[in-house]
């Protein structure tokens, strides 16, 4: 967490006019600046950026903020990267407040061996003599020594203890090495050995962007056989269920295209990372996981599938489109010609060529409409009970309500079938749920079921967290301690901050907050449908959270005796209002019913 002060100081000393001038063409208009906007298409300029008061503001299509506003919905930063990105602009050194100590975390040695293995494969590669074989190869598929430095892309020589005698003198621990997969050790021989050999090496990084594993790439020249690509293998630091390569890079790109690109391998994603397609993700060695699309959807709910065409492809792309469905992300197919891949087609067709297919894409439940067409599943009453088995599955796993009622009437015009017997259909079985949230299918799950948050959404959403890392990761990018206004959740959501893999009460801990979090802890309750009560408890915390925000506001307001004073609060108050309306559907219809010293914020609608 970045101190409150400090935030305050990098938004003082920032150059707004200097940080949205490198990405939008400002004019000076008196002791303003405006340009067309670049959130919307306009041919009259209605884009003001006012850099004595630090914001900018369309009256075109609304958009307005702060510097940190404009790099996270222009350039899809988070913010706690905008900040810093800022500072270092600005010459302000960030130094953020964790409750944890680097020495005190009990991962700090893996992280410390895969770091140097980076290292040390990346200068493998650049070794003039050592590295040849690989260059070489690299550049046959299009990869410059340009976009192998982008990519920190390395070699492991095809030796048997080079990487191990080096890693000794480092005085890095074999054990930890073994656990890691960079030493292998035979049950005849008790010396360990390299365990990646002859091989272009990928880093695998966590969404922090720190290294946690490696793939590896076979060369033709190297000696003896072996599988084409190796990976390491799940450890600590390592789960290959729950990470996505290329994602510590692409998640900005992702964020600011609004969609993300899934491609089946290393290669293709770099391949196509390298000619601008910078929002592309692979999986690791295995099948879409649901804690890989939980992990996508925190930074899109659009996303293409890239996997080939062959019969292989196309049962990989629909059982991740039905992972991602599941998740509440819409997918699309991207359709290659036959024999074609994402890495080849770039190559041979460049990416404009790329750009043309992507343009082309098919929603996932059109796609296979499509193929069952073509091999006449429509065409007797037999086939067409046939389709509707293949069809279920895709309909059983869709979670957006409305999304799931164009799939049903799709299905129902494509089949003949009434929509309301495809429903009783997709009742039979329940919806598969969330693996990471360790739920087994109940009523709760089955189609047209809302998840409640009966007993409050900070609990709620407390219990998600201590489910898996991959929550409290999510729930730290959305929402801060601040936002709670229960003191012993507030302390337990630092507490899950400070240590993910928290599973037992601090001894720093209020007695009243650690028996909270043993009773957390031993919840019997099930949890289906884990994104939507995630989503649903924040959205419940934020809005309370700026509805206390908006009532200290308003004593202030009341209290002020300056005019000037006045202006800049009810400004600043009607900038909630607008904050509140977007996240609360139901803010007009209840603010009658609001305490009076509320009612001002109806303001914001006039």
Same mark, same amino acid.
């Given at each position: ?18 940080? &949205? ?28 950026? !006012?850099?004595?008061?630090? /914001? ?34 600005? *010459? ?33 590669? +650049? ?19 340009? !976009?192998?430095?982008? /990519?920190?892309? *390395? ?9 191990? %005698? ?28 390299? @365990? ?15 290294? !946690? ?22 450890? #600590? &630091? ?26 089946? @391998? ?18 690791? *060695? ?34 991740? @489109?039905?992972?991602? +469905? ?10 290659? #010609? ?11 067709? @460049? ?6 297919? +992507? ?12 193929? +069952? ?45 009434? #929509?309301?017997?495809?429903? %009783? ?22 189609? *047209? ?8 959404? %900070? ?60 009773? &957390? ?41 300056? %005019?000037?004073? $006045? ?21 007009? !219809? ?8 509320? $009612? ?7």
């Amino acid at each position: 967490m970045i101190p409150d002060h400090i935030i305050d100081e990098v938004r003082d000393r920032a150059d707004i006019v200097e940080i &949205i001038g490198e990405s939008v063409s400002l004019k000076k208009a008196g002791r303003e600046f405006k340009a067309n906007c670049p959130f919307h298409d306009e041919k009259t300029p209605s884009f003001y950026v !006012v850099p004595h008061k630090g /914001f900018y503001k369309c009256f075109g299509c609304g958009k307005a903020g702060s510097v940190f506003d404009f790099l996270m919905e222009r350039q899809g930063m988070d913010f706690v990267e905008a900040v810093k990105y800022v500072a270092a602009r600005s *010459g302000i050194e960030i130094q953020e407040v964790s409750g944890r100590k680097p020495e005190e975390d009990p991962n700090r040695p893996y992280y410390e061996i895969t770091a140097f293995a980076q290292n040390w494969f990346r200068n493998q590669l +650049l070794d003039e003599r050592v590295g040849q074989d690989a260059r070489t190869y690299l550049e046959s598929r299009g990869i410059d020594a340009e !976009v192998a430095e982008r /990519f920190e892309l *390395g070699y492991a020589p095809d030796e048997w203890r080079a990487f191990r %005698e080096a890693a000794v003198k480092h005085g890095l621990e074999e054990q930890l090495m073994l656990e890691l997969g960079l030493l292998k050790q035979s049950e005849r021989s008790k010396e360990p050995y390299d @365990g990646f050999r002859g091989r272009v090496m990928f880093p695998i990084k966590g969404v922090s962007g720190r290294v !946690v594993a490696f793939g590896g790439r076979i060369l033709e020249t190297t000696s003896g056989d072996g599988p084409k690509y190796i990976n390491s293998p799940e450890t #600590p &630091i390592y789960h290959k269920g729950r990470n996505l390569y290329g994602l510590s890079r692409a998640k900005n790109p992702i964020r600011r295209d609004g969609q993300a690109l899934i491609v089946e @391998g290393y290669m293709d994603a770099v391949s196509i990372a390298a000619v601008g397609f910078e929002n592309v993700v692979a999986p690791l *060695g295995t099948a879409l996981t649901p804690e890989q699309a939980q992990l996508l959807s925190r930074y899109t709910k659009r996303v293409l599938l890239l996997y080939d065409s062959d019969r292989a492809g196309l049962k990989a792309t629909f059982k991740a @489109g039905d992972v991602l +469905l599941e998740s509440g992300v819409h997918p699309s197919v991207v359709t290659f #010609p036959e024999g074609e891949d994402p890495d080849t087609y770039v190559r041979a067709h @460049g990416p404009d060529g790329l750009s043309a297919l +992507l343009k082309d894409s098919m929603d996932v439940m059109d796609r296979k409409l499509q193929i +069952l067409g073509d091999k006449s599943y429509f065409s007797s009453i037999d086939r067409r009970r046939s389709a509707v088995d293949r069809l279920l599955p895709t309909l059983r796993a869709v979670i957006d309500p409305t999304l799931r009622d164009l799939y049903v009437d799709r299905v129902s015009k494509a089949t003949g079938v009434q #929509p309301g017997t495809l429903l %009783e259909d997709m009742k039979k079985v329940p919806r598969p749920t969330s693996r990471s949230l360790g739920s087994r299918p109940d009523e709760s799950s089955r189609v *047209g079921h809302a998840p409640s948050l009966k007993g409050g959404a %900070e609990r709620h959403l407390l219990k998600v967290m201590v489910r898996g890392i991959e929550w409290v990761e999510r729930a730290a990018e959305v929402i801060s301690s601040e936002d709670f206004e229960d003191p012993y959740h507030r302390a337990i959501f630092q507490a899950l901050l400070d240590d993910p893999e928290a599973r037992v009460p601090l001894p720093s801990m209020d007695s009243v907050a650690a028996q909270r979090f043993r009773e &957390i802890l031993v919840d019997p309750e099930e949890l289906a449908h884990g994104n939507e009560i995630f989503s649903k408890a924040v959205k419940r915390i934020r809005v309370a959270a700026l509805h206390r925000r908006a009532k200290h506001l308003q004593a202030k307001i009341e209290r002020s005796r300056s %005019e000037k004073e $006045k202006l800049e609060l009810v400004i600043e108050k009607s900038h909630l209002a607008a904050e509140i309306r977007e996240l609360d559907e139901n803010y007009w !219809v209840s603010a009658a019913r609001r305490s009076p010293d509320d $009612k001002n914020l109806n303001e914001a609608k006039t």
